[in-house]
């Protein structure tokens, strides 16, 4: 795994997922072991994708198993993870620790740019916060 450092916060990323695994601000780690920080892609199916059949043609290019690690890297005190999705498109992690004990996350989604048209998911991170005698679930 990959580590970055800076005022008192600490982060982890894997070089195997490009998951972030560990962010810890004075010595407590706010990241639900195991779980992490990581892509989260989707869209919500309609009636007409059931019938044009977009279900079988391009819904599975936004299942997390379709993610496929490209780059991991620190880069300066931030993490970047890069990934391409099976139907070409491309979605870029950016991850910065601020002095104040906040990760910064910075994403971005380019289309394939051979396709004529691209279906673009909901596009966000998803993460789940441990419990610590600071943060009650």
Do not use: H
Not at 38 to 60: C, E, F, H, I, Q
Not at 89 to 95: F, M, P, Q, R
Not at 108 to 118: D, H, I, K, S, T
């Amino acid at each position: 795994r990959l580590v970055a450092r800076g005022g008192g916060v600490k982060f982890a990323i894997s070089k195997r997922t490009g998951f972030v695994e560990q962010f810890r601000v004075r010595f407590t780690n706010l990241i639900d072991k195991g779980f992490g920080i990581r892509p989260n892609l989707w869209r919500a199916l309609t009636d007409n994708d059931w019938g044009n059949k977009y279900v079988y043609r391009g819904a599975s290019a936004f299942m997390p198993d379709s993610l496929i690690l490209k780059d991991v890297r620190i880069d300066g005190n931030s993490a970047v993870a890069v990934y391409s999705l099976s139907n070409g498109s491309e979605y870029t992690l950016v991850y910065t620790p601020d002095r104040s004990g906040k990760l910064l996350v910075a994403l971005q989604f380019r289309g394939n740019p051979e396709a004529y048209a691209v279906e673009v998911p909901r596009i966000g991170v998803r993460t789940r916060i441990a419990k610590t005698p600071f943060i009650r679930c």
